[in-house]
């Protein structure tokens, strides 16, 4: 297992913004792939982003494109997640995952069933 540790998470009016950052206990992210998902109250879990460690290749959400950004930072060995303009809708707790290259579309579940560690989720609420 890959121990996850999310910060950064808090309390925003919206069209605020906020930066979580999730520290992963690896050698290297490179043969990795890292992401960030999200469960509100009384819903499903839903993918959010992506990254791929080595490449850097991003994916996202359509409800998220044009507002947050994840990357990847290799010497801290932690994937970021900056959130603008952030909505009440984006409230949730956020959990940041990682696992094998098998699955990096946050749109499709099969990610989330790929990915092997998870963090225990930090509280995001955005207030209007």
């Known amino acids: 297992e890959v121990q996850l540790v999310e910060s950064g998470g808090g309390s925003v009016q919206a069209g605020g913004s906020l930066r979580l950052s999730c520290a992963a206990s690896v050698f290297t992210l490179d043969n990795l792939v890292l992401g960030w998902f999200r469960q509100a109250p009384g819903k499903e879990r839903e993918g959010v982003s992506t990254?791929?460690?080595?490449?850097?290749?991003?994916y996202y959400a359509d409800f998220v494109k044009g507002r947050f950004i994840i990357s990847t930072d290799n010497t801290k060995k932690t994937v970021d997640l900056q959130m603008n303009n952030l909505k009440p809708d984006d409230s949730a707790v956020y959990y940041c995952a990682t696992g094998p290259y098998l699955a990096h579309d946050p749109k499709d579940p099969l990610t989330q069933l790929a990915m092997g560690s998870w963090g225990k989720g930090i509280l995001v609420t955005v207030s209007s």
């Open positions: 990254i791929v460690g080595r490449y850097g290749t991003t």
